[in-house]
């Protein structure tokens, strides 16, 4: 009978065991991995990363660690009104895949996204990392602005996540708009008038003024 894989948040005694992955994906296919250097040097770096509030979740099969993703909630800011949890690295051992690992951990930060009231998730995969680019096409992740990105609700549901942790949670993040806060809708419009040179003035009075001219 096929060993049932595991996901959980890594533990301090784990770090090794990841550090020791992270390596192999550095020099596999360019799949996103830690930065290059010794194996002190990337567990200081993961550490600095969990201790700034990113988060990693490992799959486990067999007591071996076979594929992590680390993934962050960010604010608000700007345009964005909501959180968001961007996915900064995912991996599985190439002798690990097909066995349900890579969406299992998709799944753990699917829920996490749910949970802190994240409508959308996004992943920056490198583009020399075809499969990878596959793999997250599959889950829905559309290219935007130089990443790949999901609904959080379309994700659950293509990963057929229907359990408590994500039952009755409101994924669509409530409005935080402003009565003074300007959409980006007129913002455009501001910068297209901006260039033409008729700010304030309507395309029927515009008209007029080509009439005159």
Do not use: W
Request: include cysteine; charged fraction near 20%; proline fraction near 6%.
């Amino acid at each position: 009978m096929p060993a049932t894989p595991q996901f959980r948040m890594v533990t301090a005694a784990e770090i090794p065991a990841v550090v020791e992955l992270s390596g192999r994906a550095r020099f596999g296919s360019g799949a996103a991995s830690f930065p290059e250097g010794d194996e002190g040097a990337l567990a200081r770096h993961l550490s600095a990363y969990l201790s700034a509030g990113g988060r990693m979740y490992i799959a486990e099969m067999d007591g071996e660690i076979g594929g992590y993703v680390i993934c962050r909630i960010v604010n608000p800011l700007f345009f964005a009104a909501e959180m968001s949890v961007v996915i900064d690295a995912i991996f599985v051992a190439p002798e690990m895949r097909r066995r349900g690992l890579g969406h299992g951990l998709m799944s753990a930060v699917a829920a996490m996204a749910a949970v802190a009231g994240a409508p959308y998730i996004y992943a920056a995969p490198p583009l020399a990392d075809r499969g990878m680019q596959r793999f997250l096409a599959q889950l829905s992740f559309a290219p935007a602005g130089g990443h790949r990105i999901a609904q959080t609700a379309v994700l659950l549901r293509k990963l057929g996540r229907d359990d408590p942790i994500t039952q009755g949670i409101q994924i669509r993040a409530r409005s935080s708009r402003q009565p003074n806060r300007v959409s980006i809708d007129e913002v455009i419009a501001k910068r297209k008038r901006a260039r033409n040179g008729i700010t304030g003035v309507t395309g029927e009075q515009t008209s007029i003024i080509q009439k005159v001219s």
